[in-house]
């Protein structure tokens, strides 16, 4: 999983590339291989994930018919991404040429595709949820994709009906579908999608708390193996290590001293000195579900001002975790850390804690709900969330410490512990 932070910092960093981690691929193709204690010590936990059925993905297309008539829609229309995945188990990728999913409130699922991508299309619907006959709908290079959904909608007789299209659809799309059939009434999908992915099943949790668990453990092993003279770019690639040992894909952007004020990296390349204070942010992917964790630690002794302001952090990260629970507003979640970090003296609103407290996580990194101020939307039990106060002092540092939050049926709870101090910030401490 390469994350848009970890390829904002790979442009700079890249030139800095290290000697330790260099020396130590050299050494694993000589048979002599030296990696850290902490990152030999890890084993695969690859077998504790268990994958989605295909009975979860009918399970989960029912469920978008039942919100559809709910939202007085027809039928949603999905193309590559995330919700074809959610509800298919489909992966796809295809550019400028549409290849979509359409799946009515009642009445059979249909799909458009082009010709040559038939064959790579039917081997994937054959593991999906539809039945051993697929509607699939094929066009020719020099003919419209378009016009095979507006007659599969008219086969239907929904023709002039709404059609919900899912929200990251390209407007190419979009703009060729209203033209090919302006009496279907194109609008969002994202009550039914959203409103499906916001809630979380007890496999889903399950999966989510396995990949906070990994990385925990990746970043702690990281952490024991961290040694002066370190780039940034060492740190990351030790982690890539740690998570292909763990048994699932991830990495991790670092960021060290005056830099961890940036709160999504920088592109200067960056070396850990004693007394360096290091961020270390993102997470890895279980079965398709992701985990997003930050940590935020010293090489050495923390000054006095680091441990002032790890405390309102940590303080304020308790203060959303305690504040979450259902029929709560999101917005009163980003309200309670930010009074903690307020009344500190580090505000007022965005001056220090920059960003909102926290986002929906799932199969997407940043879904819904959205924990910021002003949302109205009401939590309800089994939705998931980072919880990520931060306070960034430009010029000196920055501390944020994020654990992904399970709203339950009478509160809340982290994944992973939280971290105790800068000094110990896995408490391993004796």
Same mark, same amino acid.
């Given at each position: 999983?390469?994350?848009?932070?970890?390829?904002?910092?790979?442009?700079?960093?890249?030139?800095?590339?290290?000697?330790?981690?260099?020396?130590?691929?050299? @050494? @694993?193709?000589?048979?002599?291989?030296?990696?850290?204690?902490?990152?030999?010590?890890?084993?695969?936990?690859?077998?504790?994930?268990?994958?989605?059925?295909?009975?979860?993905?009918?399970?989960?297309?029912?469920? &978008?018919?039942?919100?559809?008539?709910?939202?007085?829609?027809?039928?949603?229309?999905?193309m590559e991404g995330t919700s074809l995945r959610y509800f298919t188990g489909i992966r796809w990728w295809g550019g400028e040429r549409m290849f979509a999913f359409v799946l009515p409130a009642k009445g059979k699922a249909f799909y458009v595709c082009p010709a040559f991508e038939e064959d790579r299309a039917r081997e994937q619907i054959a593991k999906s949820p539809d039945?051993?006959?697929?509607?699939?709908?094929?066009?020719?290079?020099?003919?419209?994709?378009?016009?095979?959904?507006?007659?599969?909608?008219?086969?239907?007789?929904?023709?002039?009906?709404?059609?919900?299209?899912?929200?990251?659809?390209?407007?190419?799309?979009?703009?060729?579908?209203?033209?090919?059939?302006?009496?279907?009434?194109?609008?969002? &999908?994202?009550?039914?999608?959203?409103?499906?992915?916001?809630?979380?099943?007890?496999?889903?949790?399950?999966?989510?708390?396995?990949?906070?668990?990994?990385?925990?453990?990746?970043?702690?092993?990281?952490?024991?193996?961290?040694?002066?003279?370190?780039?940034?770019?060492?740190?990351?690639?030790?982690?890539?290590?740690?998570? @292909?040992?763990?048994?699932?894909?991830?990495?991790?952007?670092?960021?060290?001293?005056?830099?961890?004020?940036?709160?999504?990296?920088?592109?200067?390349?960056?070396?850990?000195?004693?007394?360096?204070?290091?961020?270390?942010?993102?997470?890895?992917?279980?079965?398709?579900?992701?985990?997003?964790?930050?940590?935020?630690?010293?090489?050495?002794?923390?000054?006095?001002?680091?441990?002032?302001?790890?405390?309102?952090?940590?303080?304020?990260?308790?203060?959303?975790?305690?504040?979450?629970?259902?029929?709560?507003?999101?917005?009163?979640?980003?309200?309670?850390?930010?009074?903690?970090?307020?009344?500190?003296?580090?505000?007022?609103?965005?001056?220090?804690?920059?960003?909102?407290?926290?986002?929906?996580?799932?199969?997407?990194?940043?879904?819904?709900?959205?924990?910021?101020?002003?949302?109205?939307?009401?939590?309800?039990?089994?939705?998931?969330?980072?919880?990520?106060?931060?306070?960034?002092?430009?010029?000196?540092?920055?501390?944020?410490?994020?654990?992904?939050?399970?709203?339950?049926?009478?509160?809340?709870?982290?994944?992973?512990?939280?971290?105790?101090s800068l000094d110990d910030p896995f408490g391993k401490a004796s």
């Amino acid at each position: 999983m390469i994350s848009r932070r970890r390829f904002l910092e790979w442009g700079g960093a890249a030139a800095v590339l290290t000697s330790s981690v260099e020396r130590t691929a050299a @050494e @694993e193709q000589c048979g002599s291989p030296s990696l850290p204690a902490s990152i030999a010590r890890l084993n695969s936990r690859k077998g504790e994930a268990v994958p989605i059925t295909v009975e979860e993905r009918q399970q989960r297309q029912q469920k &978008a018919r039942e919100l559809m008539s709910q939202n007085n829609l027809q039928a949603i229309l999905l193309m590559e991404g995330t919700s074809l995945r959610y509800f298919t188990g489909i992966r796809w990728w295809g550019g400028e040429r549409m290849f979509a999913f359409v799946l009515p409130a009642k009445g059979k699922a249909f799909y458009v595709c082009p010709a040559f991508e038939e064959d790579r299309a039917r081997e994937q619907i054959a593991k999906s949820p539809d039945p051993s006959n697929p509607d699939v709908r094929i066009w020719q290079e020099d003919e419209s994709p378009y016009d095979l959904v507006e007659q599969g909608l008219k086969d239907r007789s929904i023709g002039s009906g709404k059609l919900g299209i899912e929200e990251t659809v390209r407007y190419v799309f979009v703009n060729n579908l209203a033209k090919s059939a302006p009496q279907a009434e194109l609008v969002s &999908a994202t009550p039914v999608t959203a409103g499906c992915r916001m809630i979380k099943s007890q496999h889903e949790i399950a999966l989510m708390r396995l990949a906070a668990q990994v990385t925990l453990a990746a970043y702690e092993a990281v952490y024991q193996a961290m040694h002066p003279g370190m780039t940034q770019v060492d740190f990351q690639k030790l982690i890539d290590v740690a998570y @292909e040992r763990l048994g699932f894909p991830g990495g991790a952007s670092v960021e060290v001293d005056e830099y961890t004020a940036f709160p999504h990296g920088s592109t200067t390349p960056q070396v850990i000195r004693e007394g360096s204070i290091v961020m270390i942010d993102d997470g890895c992917t279980v079965e398709g579900y992701q985990s997003d964790i930050t940590r935020t630690f010293v090489m050495g002794k923390a000054t006095d001002k680091m441990k002032h302001v790890f405390d309102v952090i940590h303080r304020a990260q308790t203060a959303a975790l305690k504040t979450a629970r259902p029929g709560v507003a999101c917005g009163d979640v980003d309200g309670a850390a930010r009074k903690i970090i307020t009344d500190a003296g580090y505000g007022p609103d965005y001056k220090y804690f920059t960003h909102r407290v926290g986002h929906g996580l799932g199969m997407d990194g940043h879904e819904w709900p959205y924990l910021v101020r002003g949302n109205k939307t009401l939590l309800w039990a089994n939705m998931t969330t980072s919880d990520e106060p931060g306070i960034y002092l430009r010029g000196e540092f920055g501390i944020r410490l994020e654990d992904d939050m399970h709203v339950t049926e009478d509160g809340a709870e982290l994944f992973t512990p939280q971290s105790p101090s800068l000094d110990d910030p896995f408490g391993k401490a004796s």
